[in-house]
């Protein structure tokens, strides 16, 4: 009778201990899952690109996703360092080297995009003017008006700001030794070849893969993205006249604030969500890429270049 009785105890402690297990579990799954959209674009078009991440996602994890559209990418970095943010598909370098500077273990690389027909995991900073100006060259801009696009975009800043403090002297406060006659931060990639293009600034920076057909925008590029808006001429109206070398490409993100069971769920969605619905992640994505390993190493010369800039003020 003793022996039964602890039997069932030792039962019932098994059941009770497997229920507890059960409902931690349970705990572990967060009701949200916050999908971090880099702002600086057209907003509109954006969220409706990443819908189709949503519902992937939704259906895979059991979740709600939540597109955290931001109206420039520092919104996103303290999204990340605040545990707002949980996923990015596509960071710029820069932006994610301010989220390492501050907390180097705020976020994991899942991976970083690759070019779906090359492979090559890259892209370029590009200065644009209007194809009827008569400017040729970055040293013909002299005394012109100028635009970058973001203060923690890369190619729409980090990158043509390092360059130009190399070749003009100076820095960004006092227009490169007064090289501009005036420098405005338009906010993003878009709004800087618009303004060209509608006489704002003579020149302005943004992105290119630089590789692809030209007339279509490239494999990848804010001119895609202009062209998907209806602005089917715009390869036609503007001229590149200066890239940089080449940019590592954008690392996806996750947070460290998410439980570790669901974060592998999610590295793994987001892995599915490339190879089983392509179609989706491209668009997400602003371009026909996939998704590559990545690491911190990809993005050290990013970090140390940002961290110097960041020491200089």
């Keep these: 009778m003793t022996t039964h009785f602890c039997n069932g105890i030792r039962i019932s ?7 507890v297990s059960g409902q931690a579990t349970a705990v572990e799954q967060p009701e949200t899952l916050n999908l971090g959209i880099l702002g600086g674009q057209n907003s509109t078009q954006q969220i409706g690109d990443n819908q189709c991440v949503k519902s992937f996602l939704d259906k895979e994890l059991n979740i709600e996703t939540k597109l955290r559209n931001a109206s420039d990418y520092t919104a996103i970095t303290q999204g990340l360092l605040g545990g707002k943010v949980d996923v990015v598909l596509n960071m710029s370098p820069a932006a994610y080297a301010s989220v390492y500077i501050k907390n180097p273990n705020a976020v994991d690389v899942i991976g970083m995009t690759a070019d779906d027909a090359t492979g090559a995991h890259g892209y370029h900073s590009v200065v644009v003017v209007k194809a009827d100006s008569p400017y040729q060259t970055l040293d013909e801009l002299k005394g012109k008006s100028f635009a970058f696009a ?58 290119s893969s630089m590789s692809g057909d030209y007339n279509t925008g490239y494999s990848a590029s804010a001119f895609r993205s202009l062209i998907r808006a209806g602005h089917t001429d715009v390869m036609k109206q503007i001229r590149i006249i200066w890239q940089s070398p080449l940019i590592p490409s954008g690392p996806i993100l996750i947070s460290n604030t998410l439980p570790t069971e669901f974060k592998e769920n999610v590295i793994r969605a987001i892995k599915k969500l490339d190879t089983d ?6 668009k997400a994505v602003g371009g026909p890429l996939h998704i590559r390993e990545g690491s911190v190493a990809d993005f050290q010369h990013i970090i140390d270049m940002k961290r110097e800039i960041l020491s200089a003020h």
């Design 277 to 282: 619905d392509h179609a989706c992640f491209v």
């Design 13 to 19: 402690a098994i059941i009770l201990g497997i229920a």
């Design 150 to 207: 973001d203060p923690d975009s890369t190619s729409g800043y980090l990158i043509p700001d390092y360059s130009f403090r190399q070749k003009l002297g100076g820095n960004v406060d006092n227009q490169y030794n007064h090289f501009f006659s005036s420098i405005t931060f338009s906010g993003g990639h878009e709004q800087d070849i618009l303004g060209v293009l509608n006489g704002q600034f003579a020149g302005a920076v943004t992105y």
